[in-house]
T-cell receptor, first 113, second 110 residues
């Protein structure tokens, strides 16, 4: 599995953009970058994924560098309910590749009033 | 929206009891999974299933069994619960090239 590196924690003011970085320097050409988050006591929630182009959905934007060695998840207007642990995972496309799906330590995002 | 529903959020069981954890997904996904999540150990795969009546062992199947009689339902069974099975259990299914998780079931074995 390609390894990812994330800062252990970040703070963000409510209403401001939260930018969560992830390094994945050993990513291979067929691997996607996935982002999940886990709010305390709940199951992980899918946020977004991408291959090389930037992606946006109703929850967040994903910016992937041109060399694909790093990416940034952007929550455009963070709210207190966005306080969670955010996980960056790289995974080859294909549903059978989820039989081994490992979360690292992630980034604990603290959104403050 | 994809929905993976776990029947019980919080359970307390006694050592030696048989425990059933039920999971249902509503998106006609073929692949379903059971994980447990423990502090410092991350997600660990217990069993998964590619189709009805098919099952494959994951990384930590000992002490567990599963049942997939219908496509939408995947059950995890603890034949004789032990205290080291106290954990949060997560069911998941895959579709559209990603994996979707349920809300989790917190099991305490006393």
């Amino acid at each position: 599995d390609a390894k990812t590196t994330q800062p252990p924690s970040m703070d963000c003011a409510e209403g401001r953009a939260a930018n969560l970085p992830c390094n994945h320097s050993t990513i291979s050409g067929n691997e996607y970058v996935y982002w999940y988050r886990q709010i305390h006591s709940q199951g992980p929630q899918y946020i977004i994924h991408g291959l090389k182009n930037n992606e946006t959905n109703e929850m967040a934007s994903l910016i992937i560098t041109e060399d694909r060695k790093s990416s940034t998840l952007i929550l455009p207007h963070a709210t207190l309910r966005d306080t969670a642990v955010y996980y960056c995972i790289v995974r080859a496309k294909g549903e059978y590749n989820f039989n081994k799906f490992y979360f690292g330590s992630g980034t604990k995002l603290n959104v403050k009033p | 929206d994809v929905k993976v529903t776990q029947s019980s959020r919080y359970l307390v069981k006694r050592t030696g009891e048989k425990v059933f954890l039920e999971c249902v997904q509503d998106m006609d996904h073929e692949n379903m999974f059971w994980y447990r999540q423990d502090p410092g150990l991350g997600l660990r795969l217990i069993y998964f299933s590619y189709d009805v009546k098919m099952k494959e062992k994951g990384d930590i199947p000992e002490g567990y069994s599963v049942s997939r009689e219908k496509k939408e339902r995947f059950s995890l069974i603890l034949e004789s619960a032990s205290t080291n099975q106290t954990s949060m259990y997560l069911c998941a299914s895959t579709g559209r090239n990603t994996i979707y998780f349920g809300e989790g079931s917190w099991l305490t074995v006393v």
